[in-house]
């Protein structure tokens, strides 16, 4: 519930920011110029999200007949969270992950790596699942395409504004003077840094909703821990060569663990919150649900 509000708050303090730094530089023609060209442009991102992502990462759709244990797990977990069981894809990386993708329940697709699936065992799999199609049912391939439209429409608008003063344009008796300058330059830096902060913070909050949701869905919040604790031990001992070669930046935030390390102030700028923090909530899910952490997970 938590996370759900905070998710709320961010996407109304995105409005914000976009409609009061629209309205400053370009009037109320500007502002929705720029607004709608970023939804046209992040609409067909999402819309086409699983096809691009899918051909992106070369990832292979699996039939039951090729992997009857994936199909099964995914069947039983999609049927327990009330959506249609999404298709299962497999990708050839050597980055044990995972990530699900679809504009929407009806078009999901759930994909795990060769890697994930050698160092993970079956209870390990399922948690990992629980929470690719919990993010499938919550929809948060839309969410995070209405954040990065209002983000991209805050970049652009600052984009104009920075060539407007460049060339002098945009200037009359009642926007003059040394103090309205400084005021517009320091939203031209500040707008655009504080809409990434903003839309990661999204980012990090869909990933605490997800755990919960999927470890709800699948009744083995213990199972996502562990398999969350391995896959993150597990990355920190990639050469970073490796995850530059197989991981894409800009998809970095689909991923159930991110693939690039971030210490300090580049925290900040994470898609994922620290796996630790995650673990430790799972952990008191389990506690809830059942009273105690049950023991045949090895933490």
Do not use: Q
């Not at 497999?90 to 890697?115: L, Q, S, Y």
Request: glycine share 6%; with cysteine; aromatic share 8%.
């Amino acid at each position: 519930m938590v996370n759900t509000v905070k998710t709320v708050f961010f996407l109304a303090l995105l409005s914000a920011i976009l409609l009061v730094f629209g309205k400053l530089v370009g009037g109320t023609a500007g502002m929705i110029f720029a607004f709608f060209i970023a939804m046209g442009m992040n609409f067909a991102s999402w819309f086409f999200s699983d096809r691009i992502v899918l051909s992106m990462y070369g990832a292979r759709e699996v039939s039951p007949e090729e992997a009857p244990e994936l199909h099964e797990i995914v069947e039983r977990l999609a049927k327990s969270a009330g959506i249609p069981k999404p298709k299962v894809a497999i990708v050839p990386m050597d980055v044990p992950n995972a990530f699900a993708t679809g504009r929407d329940p009806e078009h999901g697709v759930v994909c795990v790596t060769t890697k994930l699936l050698e160092i993970l065992d079956k209870d390990e799999v399922e948690g990992v699942l629980s929470h690719e199609i919990a993010h499938i049912k919550n929809r948060d391939t839309l969410i995070s395409a209405v954040a990065a439209t209002m983000a991209s429409a805050i970049v652009m608008i600052a984009d104009m504004a920075k060539w407007s003063l460049f060339f002098g344009f945009g200037r009359d008796d009642d926007r003059d003077g040394m103090a309205e300058t400084i005021g517009l330059v320091l939203m031209i830096i500040v707008a655009p840094i504080a809409a990434t902060l903003i839309r990661l913070a999204i980012s990090r909050s869909r990933e605490f909703i997800a755990d919960e949701t999927g470890a709800k869905i699948s009744g083995k919040p213990e199972a996502l821990a562990s398999a969350l604790r391995k896959l993150e031990l597990y990355a920190k001992g990639l050469p970073p060569k490796v995850v530059e070669a197989e991981v894409k930046p800009a998809t970095s935030h689909m991923f159930i663990v991110n693939p690039f390390k971030g210490d300090g102030l580049a925290a900040l700028f994470s898609t994922h919150p620290p796996t630790e923090e995650r673990i430790r909530r799972l952990l008191e899910i389990a506690k809830k649900l059942f009273g105690k952490v049950r023991d045949f997970f090895d933490f």
